[in-house]
């Protein structure tokens, strides 16, 4: 499975991004798509997961009431709509995958199989 993520830059406090990863080979077996994010000197923590049989949603605290995560199931991609961005969110945003008929924990690192290229997002104050 190969992920392609798109849609980071620079935007000023209080602005919109929207990311979007589209996942392509063997994504028959879909579980879910999440995004992870690393700023600079931290560890990668999770940002939001959506599962792909019943679109169960999982968000981060820090995330909640800012940011919404969406899929469209015939172009395997998931997208993450941020909005009233802050200087905090600035970070690295990776999108990941997670496959197999089983269930995992989709908000940690281990939930997922393959990762994409990070995509980097800068909010300005």
């Known amino acids: 499975v190969q992920l392609q993520a798109y849609g980071g830059g620079l935007v000023q406090a209080g602005g919109s991004l929207r990311l979007s990863c589209a996942a392509s080979?063997?994504?028959?077996?879909?579980?879910?798509m999440g995004w992870f994010r690393q700023a600079p000197g931290k560890e990668r923590e999770f940002v939001s997961a959506i599962v792909w049989s019943g679109g169960m949603i999982h968000q981060s605290d820090s995330v909640r009431g800012r940011f919404t995560i969406s899929r469209d199931n015939a172009l395997n991609t998931v997208y993450l709509q941020m909005n009233s961005l802050r200087p905090e969110d600035t970070a690295v945003y990776s999108c990941a995958w997670s496959g197999g008929y089983r269930i995992v924990d989709v908000t940690t690192i281990s939930g997922y199989d393959y990762w994409g290229q990070g995509t980097l997002v800068t909010v300005s104050s």
């Open positions: 080979g063997r994504t028959g077996s879909t579980y879910a």
